[in-house]
């Protein structure tokens, strides 16, 4: 796909080109779009690309479909079927991030996750019950307040952290960046 990100109300177009399966032999170049997120809501996309040329096809979605698509993160495929065949050419490769239009987001838009979110309220407790961290339940009045213990605290944050560190991998390697999960080892002969 080549496309990295892209606003939610803006236009989707560019070319792609497909040597081995030309529009002139009857194929047609299908792309679909696949949330990484499952809330909130949002159906994969399907898109089918028009012809171009005998190679080339455009590929292209007009702001008021676009705007209609959740921002997040999804992955994608592409394949061209005919009449009777399908060739799938990448199946669920590499991310597209959806951004939020600016020109639509209201007043305290939050762009973090929801993984981002609960991990930062978990530290703030956490940098809270430091300080703290004698006081497990209060009352004052008819009102009471209980707080997790602090190793329960850690657990979650431990999963959240782990959950953003993914979220995190992927967008850099949307970006084009090298894969954090892997090792890489260099060796040189002496």
């Not at 239009?101 to 430091?130: C, E, F, K, V």
């Not at 999963?159 to 850099?172: C, G, I, M, P």
């Amino acid at each position: 796909m080549g496309l990295e990100k892209l606003v939610v109300g803006d236009t989707l177009d560019f070319t792609d080109v497909v040597v081995d399966y030309p529009a002139t032999d009857g194929w047609t170049l299908k792309y679909r779009l696949i949330p990484k997120f499952s809330t909130p809501a949002q159906a994969p996309i399907t898109l089918v690309a028009t012809t171009l040329n005998v190679t080339d096809y455009r590929i292209q979605a007009a702001p008021g479909l676009t705007e209609t698509w959740t921002p997040g993160l999804y992955s994608w495929a592409r394949w061209v079927e005919k009449v009777g065949a399908r060739q799938t050419l990448d199946p669920l490769t590499p991310f597209l991030e959806l951004l939020a239009d600016p020109s639509t987001t209201a007043q305290g838009y939050d762009p973090r996750t929801p993984a981002r979110i609960a991990l930062d309220a978990i530290n703030a407790a956490l940098a809270t019950h430091g300080s703290q961290a004698h006081i497990l339940e209060y009352t004052i009045g008819n009102r009471s307040m209980k707080f997790n213990a602090q190793a329960d605290l850690l657990a979650m944050r431990a999963s959240l952290a782990a959950e953003v560190w993914r979220e995190d991998a992927a967008s850099k390697m949307a970006q084009g960046l090298p894969n954090p999960r892997q090792i890489r080892i260099r060796t040189a002969r002496a």
